[in-house]
Protein backbone atom coordinates (compact mmCIF):
# COMPACT_ATOMS: atom_id res chain seq x y z
CA UNK A 1 0.00 0.00 0.00
CA UNK A 2 0.96 3.40 -0.36
CA UNK A 3 0.53 4.90 3.00
CA UNK A 4 1.39 3.63 7.00
CA UNK A 5 -0.82 0.78 7.71
CA UNK A 6 -1.44 -0.16 11.30
CA UNK A 7 -2.49 -3.38 12.44
CA UNK A 8 -5.10 -4.28 14.37
CA UNK A 9 -7.69 -1.42 14.22
CA UNK A 10 -8.89 -2.21 17.34
CA UNK A 11 -7.55 -4.28 20.71
CA UNK A 12 -9.55 -5.18 23.62
CA UNK A 13 -7.65 -6.95 25.85
CA UNK A 14 -8.04 -8.21 29.61
CA UNK A 15 -5.66 -6.65 32.31
CA UNK A 16 -2.74 -8.35 32.71
CA UNK A 17 -2.34 -9.69 29.18
CA UNK A 18 0.17 -9.29 26.37
CA UNK A 19 -0.18 -7.33 23.17
CA UNK A 20 1.48 -6.48 20.05
CA UNK A 21 0.58 -3.62 17.41
CA UNK A 22 2.11 -3.71 14.15
CA UNK A 23 3.17 -0.96 11.71
CA UNK A 24 4.04 -1.13 8.38
CA UNK A 25 6.03 2.09 7.21
CA UNK A 26 5.72 3.30 3.78
CA UNK A 27 8.10 1.57 1.82
CA UNK A 28 11.97 3.07 1.82
CA UNK A 29 10.87 5.25 4.38
CA UNK A 30 14.01 5.07 7.48
CA UNK A 31 12.21 6.84 10.00
CA UNK A 32 9.86 5.55 12.03
CA UNK A 33 7.75 6.87 14.99
CA UNK A 34 5.53 5.60 17.87
CA UNK A 35 2.90 7.76 19.62
CA UNK A 36 0.26 7.79 22.02
CA UNK A 37 -2.81 9.35 22.13
CA UNK A 38 -5.26 9.67 25.07
CA UNK A 39 -9.08 10.91 24.17
CA UNK A 40 -8.91 14.93 23.92
CA UNK A 41 -5.03 15.11 23.62
CA UNK A 42 -2.37 15.66 21.62
CA UNK A 43 -0.02 12.90 20.60
CA UNK A 44 2.78 11.96 23.09
CA UNK A 45 5.85 10.21 21.32
CA UNK A 46 7.20 7.02 22.69
CA UNK A 47 9.75 5.51 20.66
CA UNK A 48 11.71 6.34 17.37
CA UNK A 49 13.95 4.21 15.03
CA UNK A 50 16.46 4.99 12.60
CA UNK A 51 16.71 1.72 10.50
CA UNK A 52 16.48 -1.20 12.68
CA UNK A 53 17.78 0.52 15.75
CA UNK A 54 16.00 2.81 18.51
CA UNK A 55 17.59 6.30 18.35
CA UNK A 56 15.24 7.60 21.00
CA UNK A 57 13.54 5.44 23.57
CA UNK A 58 12.83 8.16 25.93
CA UNK A 59 9.01 8.39 25.48
CA UNK A 60 8.79 4.38 26.54
CA UNK A 61 6.75 5.26 30.18
CA UNK A 62 7.86 1.56 31.48
CA UNK A 63 9.46 -0.89 30.91
CA UNK A 64 6.17 -3.21 30.30
CA UNK A 65 6.74 -1.04 26.50
CA UNK A 66 8.88 -2.63 24.11
CA UNK A 67 9.28 -2.21 20.90
CA UNK A 68 11.48 -3.77 17.73
CA UNK A 69 11.79 -3.04 13.65
CA UNK A 70 14.18 -6.01 12.90
CA UNK A 71 14.55 -5.33 9.30
CA UNK A 72 14.20 -1.76 9.26
CA UNK A 73 10.94 -1.88 8.10
CA UNK A 74 7.91 -3.51 9.76
CA UNK A 75 7.46 -2.32 13.71
CA UNK A 76 5.85 -3.74 16.17
CA UNK A 77 5.14 -2.55 19.65
CA UNK A 78 4.86 -5.09 22.16
CA UNK A 79 2.78 -4.43 25.93
CA UNK A 80 3.21 -6.60 28.78
CA UNK A 81 1.08 -7.29 31.44
CA UNK A 82 -0.96 -4.39 30.00
CA UNK A 83 -2.93 -1.90 32.86
CA UNK A 84 -6.26 0.18 32.09
CA UNK A 85 -4.31 3.14 32.22
CA UNK A 86 -2.96 1.91 28.66
CA UNK A 87 -6.07 2.30 27.24
CA UNK A 88 -5.40 5.05 24.05
CA UNK A 89 -5.05 5.08 20.12
CA UNK A 90 -1.23 4.10 19.28
CA UNK A 91 -0.21 5.67 15.90
CA UNK A 92 2.52 5.11 14.35
CA UNK A 93 4.29 7.36 11.88
CA UNK A 94 7.27 7.23 9.23
CA UNK A 95 9.71 9.69 7.12
CA UNK A 96 12.09 9.01 4.21
CA UNK A 97 14.84 10.52 7.05
CA UNK A 98 15.30 11.41 10.78
CA UNK A 99 15.62 14.93 9.64
CA UNK A 100 13.30 17.65 8.33
CA UNK A 101 11.49 15.07 6.09
CA UNK A 102 7.48 15.63 6.20
CA UNK A 103 5.89 12.65 8.89
CA UNK A 104 3.05 10.48 7.22
CA UNK A 105 0.65 8.51 10.23
CA UNK A 106 -1.18 5.67 10.32
CA UNK A 107 -4.84 5.00 11.07
CA UNK A 108 -3.81 3.77 14.15
CA UNK A 109 -4.85 1.23 16.76
CA UNK A 110 -7.53 1.46 19.31
CA UNK A 111 -6.45 -0.49 21.90
CA UNK A 112 -8.52 -0.94 25.34
CA UNK A 113 -7.85 -2.93 28.37
CA UNK A 114 -11.08 -4.13 30.39
CA UNK B 1 11.77 21.02 26.82
CA UNK B 2 10.01 22.03 23.62
CA UNK B 3 6.59 23.25 24.46
CA UNK B 4 3.59 23.40 21.86
CA UNK B 5 0.14 25.19 22.52
CA UNK B 6 -2.63 25.54 20.10
CA UNK B 7 -5.59 28.22 20.81
CA UNK B 8 -8.25 28.18 20.78
CA UNK B 9 -8.76 24.58 22.13
CA UNK B 10 -11.96 24.66 20.24
CA UNK B 11 -14.15 26.87 17.67
CA UNK B 12 -17.19 26.90 16.03
CA UNK B 13 -18.21 29.42 13.27
CA UNK B 14 -20.94 29.95 10.15
CA UNK B 15 -20.28 27.62 7.07
CA UNK B 16 -18.26 30.40 4.59
CA UNK B 17 -16.46 32.22 6.48
CA UNK B 18 -12.55 32.74 7.05
CA UNK B 19 -10.62 31.30 10.07
CA UNK B 20 -7.39 31.17 11.59
CA UNK B 21 -6.01 28.58 14.07
CA UNK B 22 -3.03 29.66 16.37
CA UNK B 23 -0.23 27.49 17.64
CA UNK B 24 3.16 28.78 19.51
CA UNK B 25 6.26 26.45 20.62
CA UNK B 26 8.90 28.12 23.00
CA UNK B 27 12.26 26.56 21.43
CA UNK B 28 12.79 28.41 18.06
CA UNK B 29 15.30 26.18 16.91
CA UNK B 30 13.06 23.91 14.93
CA UNK B 31 13.37 21.62 11.99
CA UNK B 32 10.37 22.39 10.89
CA UNK B 33 6.69 22.83 11.83
CA UNK B 34 3.76 20.48 10.52
CA UNK B 35 0.17 20.78 10.18
CA UNK B 36 -2.26 17.46 10.84
CA UNK B 37 -6.09 17.39 10.38
CA UNK B 38 -8.13 14.51 12.42
CA UNK B 39 -11.00 12.97 12.00
CA UNK B 40 -12.69 11.60 15.29
CA UNK B 41 -11.73 8.14 15.56
CA UNK B 42 -9.20 7.95 13.11
CA UNK B 43 -5.39 8.45 12.51
CA UNK B 44 -3.59 11.98 10.90
CA UNK B 45 -3.74 13.46 8.02
CA UNK B 46 -0.94 15.90 6.52
CA UNK B 47 -1.90 18.47 5.73
CA UNK B 48 1.17 21.34 5.40
CA UNK B 49 5.00 20.98 5.76
CA UNK B 50 7.12 24.10 6.96
CA UNK B 51 10.81 23.93 6.65
CA UNK B 52 12.88 26.49 8.93
CA UNK B 53 14.04 28.34 6.56
CA UNK B 54 10.01 29.08 5.33
CA UNK B 55 7.67 31.96 6.02
CA UNK B 56 4.64 30.15 4.77
CA UNK B 57 2.82 27.27 2.79
CA UNK B 58 -0.38 26.84 1.29
CA UNK B 59 -2.17 24.28 -0.22
CA UNK B 60 -5.99 25.22 -1.93
CA UNK B 61 -7.90 26.99 0.72
CA UNK B 62 -4.88 26.62 3.00
CA UNK B 63 -2.12 28.74 3.92
CA UNK B 64 -0.04 27.94 6.60
CA UNK B 65 2.55 30.39 8.44
CA UNK B 66 5.79 30.78 10.54
CA UNK B 67 7.39 32.92 12.56
CA UNK B 68 10.03 31.11 14.30
CA UNK B 69 11.79 34.05 16.13
CA UNK B 70 8.41 34.46 18.15
CA UNK B 71 7.52 31.00 18.34
CA UNK B 72 4.10 31.31 16.20
CA UNK B 73 2.46 29.59 13.58
CA UNK B 74 -0.76 30.13 11.83
CA UNK B 75 -3.28 28.11 9.79
CA UNK B 76 -5.82 30.52 7.65
CA UNK B 77 -8.76 28.37 6.25
CA UNK B 78 -10.66 30.18 3.69
CA UNK B 79 -14.13 30.24 2.53
CA UNK B 80 -14.22 27.32 5.43
CA UNK B 81 -16.85 24.16 4.24
CA UNK B 82 -18.59 21.61 7.00
CA UNK B 83 -16.35 18.96 5.80
CA UNK B 84 -13.72 20.89 7.28
CA UNK B 85 -14.61 20.22 10.85
CA UNK B 86 -11.93 17.99 12.29
CA UNK B 87 -9.68 18.37 15.14
CA UNK B 88 -6.45 20.23 13.41
CA UNK B 89 -3.05 19.57 15.27
CA UNK B 90 0.44 21.68 14.85
CA UNK B 91 3.50 19.49 15.67
CA UNK B 92 7.32 21.00 15.51
CA UNK B 93 10.17 18.97 14.80
CA UNK B 94 13.89 20.00 16.32
CA UNK B 95 16.45 17.40 15.10
CA UNK B 96 16.49 14.04 14.17
CA UNK B 97 14.19 14.03 16.33
CA UNK B 98 10.33 13.39 17.75
CA UNK B 99 8.00 15.92 16.44
CA UNK B 100 6.04 17.52 19.67
CA UNK B 101 2.15 18.22 19.53
CA UNK B 102 -0.25 21.02 20.57
CA UNK B 103 -3.34 19.56 22.23
CA UNK B 104 -5.16 20.32 19.09
CA UNK B 105 -8.00 22.82 18.04
CA UNK B 106 -11.40 20.72 17.28
CA UNK B 107 -13.40 23.10 14.86
CA UNK B 108 -16.69 22.84 13.66
CA UNK B 109 -18.43 24.05 10.82
CA UNK B 110 -22.11 24.55 10.93
CA UNK B 111 -24.16 25.01 7.61
Known amino acids: GAGVSQTPSNKVTEKGKYVELRCDPI?????LYWYRQSLGQGPEFLIY????????DSGLPNDRFFAVRPEGSVSTLKIQRTERGDSAVYLC????????????FGQGTRLTVV | KQEVTQIPAALSVPEGENLVLNCSFT??????LQWFRQDPGKGLTSLLL?????REQTSGRLNASLDKSSGRSTLYIAASQPGDSATYLC??????????FGQGTRLTINP
Open chain 1, 27 to 31: SGHTA
Open chain 2, 27 to 32: DSAIYN
Open chain 2, 50 to 54: IQSSQ
Open chain 1, 93 to 104: ASSLDGGPAEAF
Open chain 2, 91 to 100: AVKKGAQKLV
Open chain 1, 49 to 56: FQGTGAAD
